[in-house]
């Protein structure tokens, strides 16, 4: 495998976990428990941490997709002697459709391997290693199942082609001639308190994911109707498709530790859940998907914080709602390109992020509407979030960017504060008396101040990073989004201008000087900044650009490098997604505007239109 090549790898799902497989047919990542669990294959992070592949033994080329509306992905291998084609499914639970899709699922992978044309050579290699490549199991055959028991962790692989075990391996080299079809189920159990998985036929497993994802697009697939359609639809499915769908919590990305930077050591495990998406992320679903999801997304946020006291907010969980997600070293694994060291679990969880107290009260705000009439525990959460908000803005923080060095004053912070504030004084007598409105208005005008005199830099002619600083950062691009400034107020206009001009190139957008490469979600930022100021053509031509830089499976990392076009970083990665449709929501919303009024290309736009006001019920 090239190890420099994360984007080479699709991505299933089953509502509990993902599998990456790479287009050479190699399984190599799969944690079936659930996201964060660990890895029976995880070679990404080192060969000596398990695959499985199904590949032509020779030379052969390969192309793939994703069949139409679903998660199930068909890689077709050309070799001088013909043709065979892989398709990999992960199992839903049978007839499981709609919103219904991945809440049992049986955690069960599915391959099918056909042959297309001539006679085609392929040989199998399984070859299982539990806890990120600790374990190796020892392979037992009964019954043509191969079961692998070790630890808390059980396998079992059933085959259509009898398999040859040695040394915690299995392989097999058979010939696929056209028309003929063979089926490889794999499944997954804990040891001790669960019975052998269930094996059925993989031609049915990946039928029936087929009906369950087109079922599940169906039920979607008129709630967006604006621009970029069809990416859009596509983005939308992969957020679901990070989903934990027991609880409802989206991750951020499938992975850990695949690195910013090749060879860096910025390399962390992302298979939690982040408060700062959380607004974000319900204006997404709520464009793309449909308000049932942004309701389970809402009431998960509310159980997982339960009464906010004196420590710091939580700003992340595991997907059940676990807030202690304590870091630490896999010292044996030497990680994706050599980028150590590979974290499991995150300890920026132990961190102060004051932005998520406006990612909360701003996705209130959003859902007012069926937080009507607001129960006490809601009302309450809401109110301590304000309540902290008052104090918290004076404090630094680590920002949203999760500075280990040292806390600041950053400006994305204080403009989240704001827009707790803001949003707790819009609520009004649903969530305080008059004197508690009366001190949050006080206190979000004092945030205001503060950050239009601290924020701006002369010398930049921007918004800067932090208080004081002359450090450009990409985060104060949220500051028209949330309504804090309009896009067309000069400051925030010739901040949109020096940060495209100093921190672009071709359109991806460094997060700051030194970042390494392009953060995807910040140049959707660029664009839906670009639409709110009416520059619609503008924003279009670089939403096309930046849409058009997804791997050939329509899938985003974290970070693109600006120089070779390279994905870097954890992946799939729901914020870039979540990025991209809330992006196209804005830009149909500034066409939609500039259709009404055409002499108007840059329209001011009123504080608070960003994605609070725009999202569609």
Request: glycine residues 8%; contains cysteine; hydrophobic residues 40%.
């Amino acid at each position: 495998m090239d190890s420099g090549r994360i984007s080479e790898h699709g991505f299933l799902a089953d509502g509990r976990s993902a599998v990456l497989v790479d287009r050479a047919g190699s399984v190599n990542w799969w944690c079936p428990e659930r996201f964060d669990a660990p890895s029976v294959f995880g070679r990404l992070l080192g060969d000596e941490a398990g695959h499985w592949s199904i590949r032509p033994d020779g030379d052969f080329t390969s192309e793939r997709s994703y069949l139409h509306d679903t998660l199930v992905l068909r890689t077709v291998f050309t070799t001088p002697r013909g043709q065979v084609a892989v398709t990999d499914a992960l199992a839903l639970e049978p007839g499981a459709r709609g919103h219904d899709i991945g809440l049992r699922s049986p955690r069960v992978l599915g391959r099918v391997v056909e042959g297309l044309s001539g006679e085609v050579p392929v040989r199998l290699d399984y070859r299982p290693r539990f806890e990120y490549g600790r374990v190796t199991a020892y392979l037992i055959e009964a019954d043509g199942v191969i079961g692998a028991t070790a630890g808390a962790c059980h396998l079992s692989l059933r085959g259509d082609v009898p398999l040859t075990c040695a040394g915690g391996s299995a392989t097999a080299t058979f010939r696929v001639r056209a028309g003929e079809t063979y089926r490889f189920t794999l499944g997954y159990a804990p040891t001790y308190d669960s019975p052998p998985p269930q094996l059925p036929d993989a031609d049915r497993l990946v039928a029936d994911a087929v009906a369950g994802w087109r079922s599940w697009a169906d039920l979607h697939r008129d709630h967006y109707r604006g621009l970029f359609r069809d990416v859009v639809r596509h983005s939308a499915m992969v957020v679901q498709g990070m989903t934990y769908q027991p609880s409802g919590a989206i991750v951020a990305a499938a992975t850990t530790s695949l690195p910013e930077e090749l060879g860096g050591d910025r390399n962390y495990d992302y298979r939690f859940v982040w408060v700062r998406d959380f607004s974000l992320t319900l204006q997404a679903l709520w464009r793309a998907a449909c308000p049932d999801e942004a309701n389970r997304q809402f009431a998960w946020v509310a159980r997982a914080m339960g009464r906010i006291g004196d420590e710091p907010v939580p700003i992340m969980y595991g997907v059940q709602g676990e807030r202690d997600l304590t870091e630490h070293i896999l010292d044996h694994l030497p990680g994706y390109a050599d980028s150590r060291p590979v974290f499991v679990g995150n300890d920026a969880w132990r961190q102060r992020q004051t932005d998520v107290l406006g990612e909360i009260l701003d996705a209130a705000w959003l859902m007012r509407h069926y937080l009507d009439p607001m129960s006490p525990d809601v009302r309450h959460l809401l109110r301590a979030l304000a309540e902290r908000a008052v104090t918290d803005w004076r404090r630094p923080d680590a920002g949203m960017w999760e500075a280990r060095d040292a806390e600041r004053h950053y400006v994305s912070s204080k403009v989240q504060c704001w827009t707790a504030l803001d949003r707790a004084v819009r609520f009004g007598p649903r969530l305080g008396d008059p004197s508690d409105v009366a001190r949050w208005a006080a206190a979000r005008d004092e945030v205001r101040a503060a950050v239009l005199e601290r924020g701006w830099n002369d010398e930049q002619g921007a918004y800067t990073g932090a208080f004081d600083s002359d450090q450009l950062d990409a985060s104060v691009l949220l500051m028209p989004l949330v309504g804090f400034l309009s896009a067309d107020d000069p400051r925030m206009r010739s901040t949109m201008d020096v940060v495209e001009r100093r921190l672009s190139r071709d359109g991806l957008l460094r997060r700051w000087d030194a970042d390494p490469a392009g953060f995807v979600i910040c140049s959707f930022w660029l664009v839906s900044c670009l639409a709110l100021a009416g520059e619609v053509d503008r924003a279009t031509d670089l939403f096309a650009s930046l849409a058009s830089r997804v791997n050939d499976l329509g899938l985003f990392a974290e970070q693109i490098d600006q120089a070779t076009g390279e994905h870097l970083g954890n992946f799939p990665q729901a914020f870039s997604h979540i990025g991209l449709i809330n992006a196209a929501g804005l830009l149909t919303e500034a066409a939609e505007r500039r259709r009404e009024a055409p002499e108007q290309t840059r329209q001011p736009v009123p504080a608070g239109t960003g994605r609070t006001e725009g999202a569609r019920s």
